[in-house]
C-alpha cells in the first residue's frame, strides 16, 4: 500500500489521472482559465473524480508549492471494483456483509465506521466516487489501520450499488429513523447489505425507496439520533449477535 501523497499542478495531476492514480480529490482554484486548465477539468468529469472549486487562498493552504491553482491527494489504499467485492464473497461459506456509505463527508467518521467494519467481518465497504469522506491520514488514524484490511470500493452512485447488490441475492437494508421497524424487527442471518446516511441529511430518498427493509434504533433518550459511526456500530453488532 502507498502512502497518502499531495500533487499539484495543472500538468502533474493530469499526467497522475491518465496513469490511473487512485486520486481521491482534486481542489480547484475558482475562475482559473487557460487550455490545461480545461483539459484537467475534462479529465476530472470523465473518471468522476470528487473535485471542488476553493479560493486560491485555501490552495495556498493546502501546499507551499507552485500550484499552478490546483492539488489533489492520492489515497493512501488501493481501492477495489464492485465486482471484485462481489466475487471475494462468492467465495465464502458466511453470508455476505457489506456496508453502503450514502455521502458520509466526516473522514473521522469514516474511519471509526472502518474500524468497528474490521471488527465485526465487514465484507466490504461502498461509498460513492463524487460527494464522500476521502481516505486520508486521519482517516487512517481512526481506523487503526482497518483502511488497509477493509475492501473499500468507489461507484458512481450509490442507488446502482444498491440494485447490483440486490441481483446478486444481497438484501439491503438503510438505517432510518422515518420507519416503525427497529433492528430487532430485521433479520440479519442472510447475505446483507446496511446503508449509513450522510451525518446531516440521512440516506437519499431514493435509496430508500429502493431498500428491502428499513430499520431504525430504539431511543429512549430526549437526543433524536445517535453519530452516524455509533448508529453504525450497533447495527453492525446486531448482526454479529443474530449469526452467532
Known amino acids: 500500500m502507498q502512502k497518502e501523497t499531495q500533487i499539484y499542478g495543472l500538468r502533474a495531476i493530469t499526467e497522475a489521472i491518465n496513469s490511473n492514480e487512485p486520486i481521491d480529490k482534486v481542489f480547484l482554484q475558482k475562475g482559473l482559465k487557460g487550455d490545461l486548465y480545461k483539459e484537467l477539468e475534462s479529465l476530472i468529469r470523465?473518471?468522476?473524480?470528487?473535485?471542488?472549486?476553493?479560493p486560491i487562498e485555501k490552495l495556498n493552504?493546502?501546499?507551499?508549492n507552485n500550484h499552478q491553482g490546483a492539488v489533489a491527494n492520492i489515497s493512501p489504499i488501493t481501492f477495489f471494483t464492485?465486482?471484485?467485492?462481489?466475487?471475494?464473497?462468492?467465495?465464502?461459506?458466511?453470508?455476505?456483509?457489506?456496508?453502503?456509505?450514502d455521502q458520509l463527508s466526516d473522514v473521522r467518521n469514516f474511519g471509526a465506521i472502518i474500524r468497528t467494519a474490521e471488527c465485526t467481518g465487514v465484507d466490504g465497504i461502498i461509498i460513492q466516487k463524487k460527494g464522500a469522506a476521502p481516505v486520508t491520514a486521519d482517516?487512517?488514524?481512526?481506523?487503526?489501520?482497518?483502511?488497509?484490511?477493509?475492501?473499500?470500493?468507489?461507484?458512481?452512485?450509490?442507488?446502482?450499488?444498491?440494485?447490483?447488490?440486490?441481483?446478486?441475492?444481497?438484501?439491503?437494508?438503510?438505517?432510518?429513523e422515518k420507519t416503525d421497524n427497529t433492528i430487532y424487527d430485521v433479520s440479519f442471518t442472510e447475505p446483507i447489505a446496511i446503508v449509513m446516511g450522510?451525518?446531516?441529511?440521512?440516506?437519499?430518498?431514493?435509496?430508500?425507496?429502493?431498500?428491502?427493509f428499513t430499520a431504525k434504533l430504539p431511543l429512549s433518550g430526549e437526543i433524536e439520533s445517535l453519530n452516524v459511526s455509533v448508529a453504525c456500530a450497533v447495527f453492525l453488532y446486531e448482526v454479529v449477535r443474530q449469526r452467532r
Open 139 to 176: 482517516t487512517i488514524k481512526t481506523s487503526a489501520g482497518a483502511a488497509f484490511k477493509v475492501p473499500i470500493a468507489k461507484v458512481d452512485h450509490i442507488k446502482d450499488a444498491v440494485f447490483y447488490l440486490q441481483s446478486s441475492g444481497i438484501k439491503v437494508v438503510s438505517a432510518t
Open 198 to 212: 450522510a451525518e446531516d441529511r440521512g440516506i437519499s430518498p431514493s435509496i430508500l425507496k429502493a431498500s428491502d
Open 61 to 64: 493552504r493546502l501546499t507551499k
Open 82 to 101: 464492485l465486482d471484485e467485492l462481489i466475487e471475494r464473497v462468492e467465495k465464502k461459506e458466511t453470508p455476505a456483509l457489506f456496508l453502503l456509505l
Open 46 to 54: 470523465k473518471n468522476g473524480i470528487n473535485s471542488s472549486y476553493v
